[in-house]
């Protein structure tokens, strides 16, 4: 597509319930990354893919929280037994090169915006 | 850990107005630095990028400046718009992930 695809772009869910967000990457990004958003603190960085296998996964918050990515393009953040504390905007990001350290490019979409009651 | 700061946390001014932002950084190992706008509701845009080797980079009415060693960087804004409303994200790279700060919020007032 022309741009990072996110669905969905809001979800109210009830605390102790699973969710799962997806993003849909610019059609040939190799890397893909998601970050999250709390209300008045800066983005977090939480996992980052290199095609299907994700070298780094030391910003998820807790094991509660998982992602996969099939076909080098589609990926799923799922996060499980929701906590209040998981409300946030869920940023899904991707670049042609693998990480940020090649100054290329990183395209972010518009977000999922998680409220957990 | 890096941490990065961003001052001030929001800005009005009116319009036609030049104005400067801030970024700092703790670690000056980096391989780049990235100013991003966000819009209400919206994803990020990137508005520049600096690599760790240079200095300055324009686009349009922004410059934004790198000043490594110092842990350092401003975007600077000329002749602001209404139309460049929007939150002001400064983000650092040391490796895969982007560090970033939280933020100046700008309003340009007609």
């Known amino acids: 597509g022309a741009g990072v695809s996110q669905s969905p772009s809001n979800k109210v869910t009830e605390k102790g319930k699973d969710v799962e967000l997806r993003c849909d990457p610019i059609?040939?990004?190799?890397?893909l990354y998601w970050y999250r958003q709390s209300l008045g603190q800066g983005l977090e960085f939480l996992i980052y893919?290199?095609?299907?296998?994700?070298?780094?996964k030391s910003g998820l918050p807790s094991d509660r929280f998982s992602a996969e990515r099939t076909g080098g393009s589609v990926s799923t953040l799922t996060i499980q037994r929701t906590q209040q504390e998981d409300s946030a905007v869920y940023l899904c990001?991707?670049?042609?090169?693998?990480?940020?350290?090649?100054?290329?490019?990183?395209?972010f979409g518009e977000g999922s915006w998680l409220t957990v009651v | 850990k890096q941490e990065v700061t961003q001052i001030p946390a929001a800005l009005s001014v009116p319009e036609g107005e030049n104005l400067v932002l801030n970024c700092s950084f703790t670690?000056?190992?980096?391989?780049?630095l990235q100013w991003f706008r966000q819009d209400p509701g919206k994803g990020l845009t990137s508005l520049l990028l600096?690599?760790?080797?240079?200095r300055e980079q324009t686009s349009g009415r922004l410059n934004a400046s790198l000043d490594k060693s110092s842990g350092r960087s401003t975007l600077y804004i000329a002749a602001s718009q209404p139309g460049d409303s929007a939150t002001y994200l400064c983000?650092?790279?040391?490796?895969?992930?982007?560090?970033f700060g939280k933020g100046t919020s700008l309003l340009v007032t007609p």
């Open positions: 990001a991707s670049s042609t090169q693998p990480g940020t350290g090649a100054g290329n490019t990183i395209y």
């Open positions: 059609s040939g990004h190799t890397a």
């Open positions: 893919f290199q095609g299907n296998s994700a070298p780094d």
């Open positions: 670690d000056s190992a980096i391989y780049n």
């Open positions: 600096i690599q760790s080797s240079q």
């Open positions: 983000a650092v790279s040391s490796g895969y992930a982007l560090n």
